[in-house]
């Protein structure tokens, strides 16, 4: 059985890029120039284009439409002479249209003469607070913030000697068992 879909939900792009022209051999928007090298079976529907377009598209040299169920699919090629996976040269066209298209499906393959590479956002991540090991122990909070503010100065005065004191023991703790330290040979 299949799915009915209504026609203004075909639009798969959250953001709609440039509205797409055919003029000929050339598929036109406002700055994007392309063309149409290969067009099987009248693959190319430019309103279908456009839904489905993305910038990111336009880094490829060559960008493969095809259709399968009634939608249609994107995908990108490079040039032979560029050094990426072989998977990704145009050269590989045939073994994409066999192995991941259906058979005798319609597809267009277009050219783009100025690949351009994608302008990258910068991600901001929300940065983790590290604890340190002095502040594993849970302190307590007040309501009122001046008193919480003057008991926290209390506290920290009062944890920084007995935090010295108990560094200084260790230190002198270590002092004489690394003084006492030696080797013994073993005569036979």
Known sequence: MKKEVA???????????????RVGDKVVAETIELDLLEDYRDAFDQTAFGQRFSPLMLKFDYIVGD?????????GFYKDERVVKSD??????????TEFC?????YFV????????PLMEVEERPHRK???????KPQ??????????????RLQQKNKPERNKK??????????????????????
């Open 102 to 106: 259906n058979f005798g499906c319609a």
């Open 88 to 97: 990704l040269k145009i050269s590989r066209l045939d073994d994409y249209l």
């Open 130 to 136: 590290r604890r340190s090991r002095s502040n594993r």
């Open 140 to 153: 307590r909070s007040f309501t009122v913030k001046e008193k919480g503010e003057k008991n926290h100065q």
């Open 67 to 75: 259709w399968g169920n009634e939608q249609l699919r994107l995908k």
């Open 110 to 117: 277009l050219g783009n003469d100025r690949p351009q590479e």
């Open 167 to 188: 560094q200084n023991k260790k230190k002198n703790q270590r002092e004489p068992q690394e003084s006492n330290r030696s080797f013994v040979i073993r005569q036979k």
């Open 7 to 21: 026609p203004e939900l075909y639009n798969y792009n959250k953001f709609p890029g440039p509205s797409f022209a």
